[in-house]
C-alpha cells in the first residue's frame, strides 16, 4: 500500500504537510485547488456522513446486502461510495460494523480504499458513538471506560484526557478518525430521558473542565472530537429520537449553563461540533430546532463562540428534526443554518437529491457548499488522511484492549463509583461475617460489547474477591412470584446486593428492595444507572452509585464493597426528595468514604 499511497498523494498535488497539525488553515490554498476539481455531485457527497450495514466493504453477509439495497439502494459500502461519494461513514454495532478490531480496521481500509479509487477519490471520515459507559458502539476486547456522569464524580481533568488519549489511540488502530465525543450538556434535569449519565454532571464549570480535557485526550491521538449537543440538551424531560424538545432558558441562563461547556470546548480546539435537535425559543423564536437555526449555528456558535471547524448534525432520522418539514428539507435548511456534515439521514436519495437541487435551482449557492467543504477537508488534512488513511493489523494488535489500557481503565472506574448511604458502617462488607451474598436485581440488556448481564458481573467480581456470591436476575420491572423466589433466596443469604435501574415511585423494583429489606438482612443496592434512584430507597442500609452497568464499572463497585478499595466518588447532580422535589437530598459533592 504505500507505493499506492505515495501515488494517491502525489496526483492529489496534497503534500505530506496537510496530514500534520499545526494552524487551522495552513494549506487552504491547495484544499482550494482540489475542491475547484470536483464536480457538483462530488461536492453534494462530501457532505453526507451515512450508515451503511456490513462488517465488509465489499462482501457483507447477504442479510446486510438486503437491508442496504432496502434502505440505501447499494450493495455495498464500496457501492454507497461510489454512487455517492459520502465524504463520511458511521460505524453502527446494530448495522454490523464493529464486530471485532482487527475487522473494524479492514472494513476502515476497505471503505478507504474504494473512496481513494474513484477519480478525484478523498479519503473518509469514519465516525461513531463511542461515548462509553451506557453510548459504545464498538465493545471488547477493545478498553471501555466509565462514562461521563462517572468521570464528573471522579471529577479528574486527567482522568477525562487518558479516557480520551486511550480510547483515541483505540478508534485510530482501528480506522475510526471521528468520534462524537464528549457530551458536553449540562444535566440538570432529573428527568432527562436522552442525556442523563452521558452528561459530566450538573456544574457548568466542572463540566467544562472536563470536556475540555477529553477533546484534548482524543485530538492528541489524531481522532477527532465532537461536543455535543449544541446549544445543549441538558433540561430536557423530551428525547429527541421521538418528539421535539423545547428548552425554556432564558439567554442569561443559556449563558450561565449550558453555554460554558461549549466554549471550553471551542477554546481548547475541538474538530466538530454535533447540534441537537431542540428549540430554543430565547435563541431563536422561530420555532425551528437548533439544527435547523441560522441565529443559532451561524449567529451564536459561528459568530458569538468565534468557532470556525465542522458542524455536524445529529441523526436527520431522529423525530425531533422530522416534525416540521419533510426529509427533502432538513438536508438543505441544515446548510443554510450553517452546518457542514449531515448525519445519517433516513433516506440518502432523498436528502442528496434534494442538497443537489436546491443548489441547480438557486437556493444554495455552490459557494456555500465550498465553503463547508473546505472545513471537512481542513478536517481530514489535520488528522493525517490525506497522507495515510489506511491503518494496519499490526497496529490494532499493538494498541487495542491492551494490559496497559484496561489496567488504566480499571483504576479510573475506582476513582468514580459513589457511596451516598452507609448506615452503621455496613461496608465494606466482611468476608467473615457476610461471606455469602445474593446478588438481585435489575438486568437492563448491557451496553455494547460489555459480557453482562449486571448481576452476573458483580456476582463474579465478589466471587473473585474471596465472597460467596450467586447471581438471581430479577429484572427491571420484577413480578410478585420474582420478587417472593428473590425474598427466599435472601433468608440463605448474609448480605443482599441488589442492582436497580431507574427506580421510580410505582417501580416493584422499589416492591422488591423493601421486602429484602424487611428479611432483616443487609441489603447493599448499587444504582446502576442514574443515581436518583437512592431516594425512593430510603430503607437500604448502604447504597452506591456505579453511573452505569459496563463491566469496569461494576466490577469497581465490588471492589468498594468488598472494601479492597475506597470509595472515592461525589455526586456531580443534586439527588432531591421523592417526596418533594424542591428539597435536595444529597447535594452535588455528596460521597462517603472508609
Given at each position: 500500500?504505500?507505493?499506492?499511497?505515495?501515488?494517491?498523494?502525489?496526483?492529489?498535488?496534497?503534500?505530506?504537510?496537510?496530514?500534520?497539525?499545526?494552524?487551522?488553515?495552513?494549506?487552504?490554498?491547495?484544499?482550494?485547488?482540489?475542491?475547484?476539481?470536483?464536480?457538483?455531485?462530488?461536492?453534494?457527497?462530501?457532505?453526507?456522513?451515512?450508515?451503511?450495514?456490513?462488517?465488509?466493504?465489499?462482501?457483507?453477509?447477504?442479510?446486510?446486502?438486503?437491508?442496504?439495497?432496502?434502505?440505501?439502494?447499494?450493495?455495498?459500502?464500496?457501492?454507497?461510495?461510489?454512487?455517492?461519494?459520502?465524504?463520511?461513514?458511521?460505524?453502527?454495532?446494530?448495522?454490523?460494523?464493529?464486530?471485532?478490531?482487527?475487522?473494524?480496521?479492514?472494513?476502515?481500509?476497505?471503505?478507504?480504499?474504494?473512496?481513494?479509487?474513484?477519480?478525484?477519490?478523498?479519503?473518509?471520515?469514519?465516525?461513531?458513538?463511542?461515548?462509553?459507559?451506557?453510548?459504545?458502539?464498538?465493545?471488547?476486547?477493545?478498553?471501555?471506560?466509565?462514562?461521563?456522569?462517572?468521570?464528573?464524580?471522579g471529577g479528574s481533568r486527567d482522568d477525562a484526557r487518558t479516557l480520551g488519549r486511550i480510547s483515541g489511540a483505540e478508534l485510530r488502530a482501528m480506522g475510526v478518525n471521528q468520534d462524537y465525543s464528549p457530551d458536553a450538556d449540562v444535566n440538570v434535569n432529573p428527568a432527562n430521558p436522552v442525556i442523563g449519565v452521558r452528561s459530566f454532571g450538573a456544574d457548568p464549570d466542572a463540566v467544562a473542565g472536563l470536556v475540555a480535557a477529553e477533546v484534548k485526550g482524543y485530538q492528541s491521538a489524531?481522532?477527532?472530537?465532537?461536543?455535543?449537543?449544541?446549544?445543549?440538551?441538558?433540561?430536557?424531560?423530551?428525547?429527541?429520537?421521538?418528539?421535539?424538545?423545547?428548552?425554556?432558558?432564558?439567554?442569561?441562563?443559556?449563558?450561565?449553563?449550558?453555554?460554558?461547556?461549549?466554549?471550553?470546548?471551542?477554546?481548547?480546539?475541538?474538530?466538530?461540533?454535533?447540534?441537537?435537535?431542540?428549540?430554543?425559543?430565547?435563541?431563536?423564536?422561530?420555532?425551528?430546532?437548533?439544527?435547523?437555526?441560522?441565529?443559532?449555528?451561524?449567529?451564536?456558535?459561528?459568530?458569538?463562540?468565534?468557532?470556525?471547524?465542522?458542524?455536524?448534525?445529529?441523526?436527520?432520522?431522529?423525530?425531533?428534526?422530522?416534525?416540521?418539514?419533510?426529509?427533502?428539507?432538513?438536508?438543505?435548511?441544515?446548510?443554510?443554518?450553517?452546518?457542514?456534515?449531515?448525519?445519517?439521514?433516513?433516506?440518502?436519495?432523498?436528502?442528496?437529491?434534494?442538497?443537489?437541487?436546491?443548489?441547480?435551482?438557486?437556493?444554495?449557492?455552490?459557494?456555500?457548499?465550498?465553503?463547508?467543504?473546505?472545513?471537512?477537508?481542513?478536517?481530514?488534512?489535520?488528522?493525517?488522511?490525506?497522507?495515510?488513511?489506511?491503518?494496519s493489523q499490526a497496529g490494532v494488535s499493538r494498541t487495542v484492549g491492551t494490559r496497559s489500557h484496561l489496567a488504566a481503565a480499571d483504576r479510573i472506574a475506582e476513582r468514580t463509583t459513589t457511596l451516598l448511604v452507609n448506615k452503621e458502617g455496613l461496608l465494606p462488607l466482611s468476608r467473615r461475617t457476610h461471606g455469602k451474598v445474593l446478588v438481585v436485581g435489575a438486568d437492563p440488556a448491557s451496553p455494547s460489547g460489555t459480557t453482562g448481564p449486571p448481576t452476573g458481573v458483580l456476582a463474579?467480581?465478589?466471587?473473585?474477591?474471596?465472597?460467596?456470591?450467586?447471581?438471581?436476575?430479577?429484572?427491571?420491572?420484577?413480578?410478585?412470584?420474582?420478587?417472593?423466589?428473590?425474598?427466599?433466596?435472601?433468608?440463605?443469604?448474609?448480605?443482599?446486593?441488589?442492582?436497580?435501574?431507574?427506580?421510580?415511585?410505582?417501580?416493584?423494583?422499589?416492591?422488591?428492595?423493601?421486602?429484602?429489606?424487611?428479611?432483616?438482612?443487609?441489603?447493599?443496592?448499587?444504582?446502576?444507572?442514574?443515581?436518583?434512584?437512592?431516594?425512593?430507597?430510603?430503607?437500604?442500609?448502604?447504597?452506591?452509585?456505579?453511573?452505569?452497568?459496563?463491566?469496569?464499572?461494576?466490577?469497581?463497585?465490588?471492589?468498594?464493597?468488598?472494601?479492597?478499595?475506597?470509595?472515592?466518588?461525589?455526586?456531580?447532580?443534586?439527588?432531591?426528595?421523592?417526596?418533594?422535589?424542591?428539597?435536595?437530598?444529597?447535594?452535588?459533592?455528596?460521597?462517603?468514604?472508609?
Amino acid at each position: 500500500m504505500p507505493s499506492r499511497r505515495t501515488v494517491l498523494a502525489a496526483t492529489m498535488g496534497v503534500t505530506a504537510s496537510l496530514a500534520i497539525g499545526g494552524t487551522a488553515h495552513a494549506d487552504d490554498t491547495r484544499l482550494r485547488s482540489l475542491i475547484s476539481r470536483m464536480t457538483l455531485p462530488e461536492k453534494v457527497g462530501q457532505l453526507f456522513v451515512m450508515r451503511v450495514y456490513g462488517h465488509s466493504a465489499t462482501a457483507p453477509d447477504q442479510a446486510d446486502i438486503d437491508a442496504n439495497l432496502s434502505e440505501i439502494g447499494v450493495r455495498t459500502a464500496a457501492e454507497l461510495i461510489a454512487k455517492y461519494r459520502v465524504g463520511g461513514i458511521i460505524y453502527f454495532t446494530w448495522a454490523h460494523n464493529t464486530r471485532d478490531p482487527h475487522q473494524i480496521a479492514d472494513l476502515s481500509n476497505g471503505i478507504q480504499k474504494a473512496s481513494l479509487s474513484q477519480p478525484r477519490g478523498l479519503p473518509v471520515l469514519v465516525a461513531t458513538d463511542q461515548e462509553h459507559g451506557i453510548v459504545c458502539r464498538i465493545g471488547a476486547p477493545a478498553t471501555l471506560f466509565p462514562g461521563a456522569m462517572a468521570i464528573g464524580a471522579g471529577g479528574s481533568r486527567d482522568d477525562a484526557r487518558t479516557l480520551g488519549r486511550i480510547s483515541g489511540a483505540e478508534l485510530r488502530a482501528m480506522g475510526v478518525n471521528q468520534d462524537y465525543s464528549p457530551d458536553a450538556d449540562v444535566n440538570v434535569n432529573p428527568a432527562n430521558p436522552v442525556i442523563g449519565v452521558r452528561s459530566f454532571g450538573a456544574d457548568p464549570d466542572a463540566v467544562a473542565g472536563l470536556v475540555a480535557a477529553e477533546v484534548k485526550g482524543y485530538q492528541s491521538a489524531q481522532v477527532a472530537a465532537t461536543a455535543k449537543h449544541f446549544p445543549g440538551h441538558g433540561d430536557t424531560a423530551v428525547d429527541s429520537h421521538f418528539g421535539f424538545p423545547v428548552i425554556t432558558h432564558s439567554r442569561e441562563v443559556w449563558e450561565a449553563l449550558d453555554a460554558v461547556p461549549f466554549r471550553a470546548a471551542v477554546k481548547a480546539g475541538i474538530d466538530s461540533i454535533m447540534t441537537a435537535h431542540i428549540m430554543v425559543p430565547a435563541l431563536d423564536d422561530s420555532g425551528d430546532p437548533a439544527t435547523l437555526s441560522h441565529p443559532i449555528l451561524t449567529g451564536i456558535l459561528r459568530g458569538e463562540l468565534g468557532y470556525d471547524g465542522v458542524v455536524i448534525t445529529d441523526s436527520l432520522g431522529m423525530e425531533g428534526v422530522r416534525q416540521k418539514y419533510g426529509d427533502d428539507r432538513v438536508p438543505v435548511l441544515a446548510l443554510k443554518a450553517g452546518v457542514d456534515q449531515l448525519l445519517n439521514p433516513p433516506s440518502l436519495d432523498v436528502a442528496w437529491n434534494a442538497v443537489l437541487k436546491a443548489v441547480q435551482g438557486g437556493e444554495l449557492t455552490e459557494a456555500r457548499l465550498d465553503e463547508s467543504i473546505l472545513r471537512v477537508l481542513r478536517l481530514k488534512a489535520r488528522l493525517g488522511l490525506f497522507q495515510d488513511a489506511y491503518v494496519s493489523q499490526a497496529g490494532v494488535s499493538r494498541t487495542v484492549g491492551t494490559r496497559s489500557h484496561l489496567a488504566a481503565a480499571d483504576r479510573i472506574a475506582e476513582r468514580t463509583t459513589t457511596l451516598l448511604v452507609n448506615k452503621e458502617g455496613l461496608l465494606p462488607l466482611s468476608r467473615r461475617t457476610h461471606g455469602k451474598v445474593l446478588v438481585v436485581g435489575a438486568d437492563p440488556a448491557s451496553p455494547s460489547g460489555t459480557t453482562g448481564p449486571p448481576t452476573g458481573v458483580l456476582a463474579t467480581a465478589l466471587g473473585e474477591l474471596g465472597f460467596t456470591a450467586t447471581a438471581r436476575s430479577t429484572g427491571t420491572d420484577p413480578s410478585a412470584a420474582t420478587v417472593a423466589a428473590a425474598v427466599a433466596a435472601a433468608r440463605e443469604a448474609d448480605a443482599v446486593v441488589v442492582a436497580t435501574y431507574n427506580v421510580t415511585a410505582g417501580s416493584s423494583q422499589r416492591t422488591l428492595v423493601e421486602q429484602l429489606v424487611a428479611t432483616g438482612r443487609p441489603v447493599v443496592a448499587v444504582a446502576v444507572r442514574n443515581p436518583y434512584d437512592v431516594a425512593q430507597l430510603p430503607s437500604v442500609a448502604a447504597y452506591l452509585a456505579s453511573y452505569s452497568w459496563t463491566d469496569v464499572e461494576l466490577r469497581a463497585a465490588a471492589r468498594v464493597i468488598a472494601g479492597r478499595v475506597r470509595p472515592r466518588g461525589k455526586l456531580p447532580v443534586a439527588v432531591q426528595r421523592a417526596d418533594d422535589p424542591a428539597q435536595v437530598l444529597y447535594p452535588v459533592g455528596h460521597g462517603l468514604s472508609y
